[in-house]
Nanobody
Framework: HLQLVESGGGLVQPGGSLRLSCVAS????????IAWFRQVPGKEREAVSC????????NYPQSVEGRFTISRDNAKNTVYLQMNNLGPEDTANYYC???????????WGQGTPVTVSS
């Protein structure tokens, strides 16, 4: 089973940037579709980026399009989320998820908090 560990969250001022990391162990991430989600307490979890395990395609919701970038480093078994021009609305706990639908495998990390505030 995969284990996922996120890091890189913290406090940043509006307009700032952060890069989140999701490191996998117990398997190789290149076989999985990877997504980053965020969740504010009391609200539903929201997907903010995803990348296919097959063709490397990437997708973003309009709320983060042009500001967030997902990338993989297969040699490091790590997926990143580069977040630029952050605003208070980006404050949330951020989670990575690895998914292989046909194998019915889904794994989540424990999350890393991001706070955007002056």
């Amino acid at each position: 089973h995969l284990q996922l560990v996120e890091s890189g969250g913290g406090l940043v001022q509006p307009g700032g940037s952060l890069r989140l990391s999701c490191v996998a162990s117990g398997g190789t991430l290149d076989r999985y579709a990877i997504a980053w989600f965020r969740q504010v307490p009391g609200k539903e979890r929201e997907a903010v980026s995803c990348t296919s395990g097959y063709d490397g395609s990437k997708n973003y919701p309009q709320s983060v399009e042009g500001r967030f970038t997902i990338s993989r480093d297969n040699a490091k078994n790590t997926v990143y989320l580069q977040m630029n021009n952050l605003g208070p609305e980006d404050t949330a706990n951020y989670y990575c998820r690895a998914l292989r639908l046909l194998a019915a495998e889904e794994y989540w990390g424990q999350g890393t908090p991001v706070t955007v505030s002056s």
